[in-house]
């Protein structure tokens, strides 16, 4: 028998405790061992729970219990998520996680202490709930050389643009009807300002690349100035609107990576992802472009993931995975700005024709984009690709000349 602690009964920890309870035997023969839940720490009481005994308040209780084996961390953040993992690490547990804020944040780090242990850190649920995702290409694509990650990487924001796709919501009232069916935040920042997207691409850009990059490090963009007249211009153009993350690796071994709303083409796979569903494509030197898809969150699909990665725990005591990555280096994120990109541009002028003309000047051969409700003093179009700190060095010009800029987008090709 194997016994393990969960640190944290909210809405995860809660669905591991029933996925282990309502498997038992089938997870006992997958991992050759019968787990049982010794401790669960969570500062509330939960009379009538059916697990209520094995509650407790101390993190003492789990750290100093030489029978606990494997420690399951679904409390999320970084205070006291992080002292608590660092603490069962050195003290001999293994520990798995879904809180993408530490393997975002405290990962390298994590890592090489559970190596010098012997120890596993395993995070599958930390990215896109129950995709599997980490364990495929740490794997299943092993003898691939990724080339680029690009991924709808979170549901909140994907049922929002969708909403606003499908039914001509504007932001604000798909907002709050997410918030309304609970897949929102009553704060929802983390979410809607592209946050937690930008800790899920860093963890794979960790995991693919072989070195840390940390969220500050990464240009984010939200969705909340995302407008309806966006979302029909880019279905004129031929597509879609959809938080992307994305990383690819440059020819000199720096990473380019970047988290906004980009206009993707209706060819693109990720085009129908829809609603609260996740799509992650990956794309490697051998096998092309793969694609993960389904629930990026959820109790249960969340918990599965949990689950999975505590039977990994339990068949590797005495051969431990291979999951590592170094810290980061100096200059090894490169700015976005030096990336080559076409833009969709929307602004408003006196003089639509001079406008125009003055944007083919400017941005060479451009695509002029047409909706059925646009005012007369409203102007779309799409740029050529070009250095993105060379676009906006022109789009300055462009604003001098009394043109107002009134959303900008980039054009993701995948």
């Not at 944290?8 to 839940?37: D, F, P, Q």
């Amino acid at each position: 028998m194997v016994e393990i602690a969960i640190m944290g009964y909210g809405v995860v920890g809660s669905g591991v405790a029933e996925v282990l309870l309502n498997h038992t035997e089938n997870i006992a023969k997958r991992a050759k061992e019968e787990i049982r839940i010794k401790y669960i720490l969570d500062l509330r009481e939960f009379p009538g729970d059916p697990l209520e005994e094995r509650f407790t308040k101390s993190f003492d209780d789990i750290v100093n219990d030489p029978d606990v084996k494997i420690v399951v961390e679904v409390m999320g953040g970084l205070n006291p998520s992080y002292d608590y993992v660092r603490r069962c690490l050195l003290a001999g547990k293994s520990v798995v996680t879904s809180n993408k804020e530490l393997v975002a944040a405290k990962g390298a780090e994590l890592l090489a202490l559970a190596q010098k242990q012997n120890l596993n850190f395993l995070f599958e649920a930390s990215v896109g709930g129950g995709i599997p995702i980490i364990r495929p290409m740490s794997q299943c694509l092993a003898a691939n050389d990724v080339i680029e990650i690009a991924g709808i990487l979170n549901g909140t924001t994907n049922f929002i643009l969708t909403k606003m796709i499908r039914d001509q919501m504007d932001f604000s009232d798909a907002l709050s009807l997410a918030q309304q069916l609970g897949y929102a935040e009553r704060s929802p920042e983390a979410d809607v300002e592209g946050h937690d997207a930008c800790r899920k691409i860093c963890i794979l850009a960790s995991l693919a690349f072989g070195k840390h990059v940390y969220p500050e490090q990464v240009h984010t963009e939200g969705i909340t100035k995302v407008s309806l007249a966006d979302v029909e211009y880019a279905n004129v153009w031929g597509g879609v609107i959809k938080l992307i993350g994305r990383v690819k690796i440059l020819e000199n071994e720096q990473v380019h990576i970047i988290v906004c709303p980009m206009m993707i083409s209706r060819d693109s796979q990720l085009a129908t992802v829809d609603d609260v569903f996740n799509g992650i494509l990956v794309r490697g030197d051998s096998i092309g472009d793969v694609v993960f898809y389904g629930k990026g969150a959820g109790k249960l699909p969340t918990a599965s993931a949990v689950v999975a990665d505590v039977i990994d725990c339990v068949r590797h005591f005495k051969a431990r995975k291979y999951l590592f990555w170094d810290e980061a280096v100096p200059g090894y994120v490169r700015d976005y700005r030096e990336d080559t990109v076409a833009f969709y541009v929307r602004a408003k002028t006196k003089d639509s024709t001079f406008a125009l003309g003055q944007a083919e000047g400017l941005f060479g051969d451009i695509r002029q984009l047409v909706r059925k409700e646009a005012g007369k003093d409203e102007i779309a179009f799409v740029t050529e690709p070009l250095k993105e700190e060379e676009f906006l060095a022109r789009l300055e010009i462009m604003k001098s000349e009394g043109i107002e800029v009134l959303s900008t987008l980039r054009i993701g090709e995948f």
